[in-house]
Nanobody, 124 residues
Framework: QVQLVESGGGLVQAGGSLRLSCAAS????????MGWFRQAPGKEREVVVI????????YYADSVKGRFTISRDNAKNTVYLLMNSLKPEDTAVYYC?????????????????WGQGTQVTVSS
């Protein structure tokens, strides 16, 4: 099992930036990909961005392309999400997740470890 701890959420005005961090511990060697998902009130959880651990392949949701950037530091077992040009519709609880699947997938069903979530609120 992999334990994930997110940090960096908060309140920001539209157009601002935030950086989220996700530190992994435990059986991190079994992780093949990590990613960020989000869930807004009354909506289903959706993928934001995924990154593979070894090669660094990425998948970005269309809604965040050009604004959000994922990066990783394998030595620290940490993944970062830099969010620029934030919009009110980005308001959600952001969850870090890890996948041991051999397939690079953006489906949340392929992720088997989840963090507790961090709130991001963007005011207009």
């Amino acid at each position: 099992q992999v334990q994930l701890v997110e940090s960096g959420g908060g309140l920001v005005q539209a157009g601002g930036s935030l950086r989220l961090s996700c530190a992994a511990s435990g059986r991190t060697s079994s992780t093949n990909a990590m990613g960020w998902f989000r869930q807004a009130p009354g909506k289903e959880r959706e993928v934001v961005v995924i990154i593979s651990r070894i090669i660094g392949n990425t998948y970005y949701a269309d809604s965040v392309k050009g604004r959000f950037t994922i990066s990783r530091d394998n030595a620290k077992n940490t993944v970062y999400l830099l969010m620029n040009s934030l919009k009110p519709e980005d308001t959600a609880v952001y969850y870090c997740a890890a996948s041991s699947s051999r397939y690079f997938s953006e489906s949340d069903s392929d992720f088997d470890s989840w963090g507790q979530g961090t709130q991001v609120t963007v005011s207009s």
